[in-house]
């Protein structure tokens, strides 16, 4: 396993993939954000790279679009010195009847040591893990887990807070269809936060509560309370349609604004996975105002990636 300067928990690693955080115990998640913190100096161009995965090759499958969590783990895996593939579905031979289980072979032919995987269907990245010999990172499957985003979230929030234990986090907006959500919720409750959940009954699942979470139909009512509030998009390419009467009616009721900010707490934290729509689930002036870690939250994304490839690395395929 890849030494790291100082000794984030005395547990040592044992997991090969990560596919989410459903899966990982509260020290795992710790020792993922701790080894992130050592990986920030090492994120920067110009700074000192740190080769935990020199002559490895990292591929990026994607079957999604993407920015940042694309380009995030590009560049994670080309700060820890390995080799990286960015495999994007479209104009490859899928559109030739090729499978996706055959394209993985023949990727991992090359020599692929861990698969950065997003796909539409929920459980893609668990399949890749009974026909490939590679690591297999979850990047986003459907509206399931999406877990390096919601490690970048944690991160930033115990990284401006200092804790997340006892913290009150929101998360508003389209539940049913977020996988950046169920992925929150996993990781925050089992660091020990109080998880609400908020937006119209229709786009808020009724089995989540099972999670251990609270559920509220009003942002108003709740919104003093926050300490941490997760804008998130609303996933019209996941619905089938007539979930809301409108996004303007939507805006009044679940925008942040400036004047539903003046009712929250002096320091809270505004953060949003992106992409995100100005005007739909926050206004201009929020999404750069002083409350939001929106670009923060991508920075720090480069240090949870590059933690979490050079771990799985350091297990070996
Ligand atoms: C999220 C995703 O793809 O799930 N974006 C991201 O990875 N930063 C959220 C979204 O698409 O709304």
Request: proline share 5%; hydrophobic share 40%.
């Amino acid at each position: 396993m890849a030494e790291h300067g100082v000794n984030p928990g005395s547990q040592a690693w044992t997991k090969k993939h990560l596919l989410g955080l459903e899966d990982l115990e509260g020290w795992e998640i710790e020792k993922i954000l701790d080894v992130a913190g050592e990986m920030m100096p090492f994120s920067r161009p110009g700074a000192p790279k740190k080769p935990d995965l020199a002559g490895k090759l990292v591929v990026n499958l994607f079957y999604e679009a993407s920015t940042r969590t694309r380009v995030s783990f590009g560049q994670a895996a080309r700060r820890l010195g390995a080799d990286v593939i960015d495999f994007a579905a479209s104009g490859s031979s899928l559109s030739k009847g090729e499978s996706f289980i055959d394209t993985a072979r023949n990727i991992e032919a090359l020599g692929m040591d861990l698969a950065v995987v997003r796909h539409s269907v929920p459980g893609t990245p668990h399949l890749l893990t009974h026909h490939l010999n590679a690591g297999i990172v979850n990047a986003g499957d459907g509206a399931h887990e999406h877990p390096t985003q919601a490690l970048l979230d944690i991160f930033t929030v115990r990284n401006r807070l200092g804790k997340i234990k006892g913290l009150t986090v929101g998360l508003v907006g389209d539940i049913a269809h977020s996988r950046v959500a169920r992925s929150n919720i996993q990781g925050f409750k089992k660091l020990g936060a109080r998880v609400i959940v908020c937006g119209p009954p229709t786009l808020i699942p009724r089995q989540v509560a099972e999670l251990g979470v609270e559920v509220s139909y009003s942002l108003d009512e709740v919104i003093g309370e926050l300490d941490v509030v997760n804008v998130l998009r609303i996933q019209f390419e996941r619905q089938t349609g007539g979930l809301f009467p409108s996004i303007r009616e939507y805006f009044r009721l679940f925008g942040m604004t400036k004047e539903r900010l003046r009712k929250s707490r002096p320091n809270l934290l505004l953060l949003a996975p992106g992409p995100i729509n100005r005007g739909v689930e926050l206004t201009p002036e929020v999404a750069d105002g002083p409350h939001s870690t929106i670009l923060d939250q991508v920075r720090n994304g480069l240090g949870v990636r590059m933690a979490v490839l050079s771990l799985l690395a350091g297990i070996g395929s």
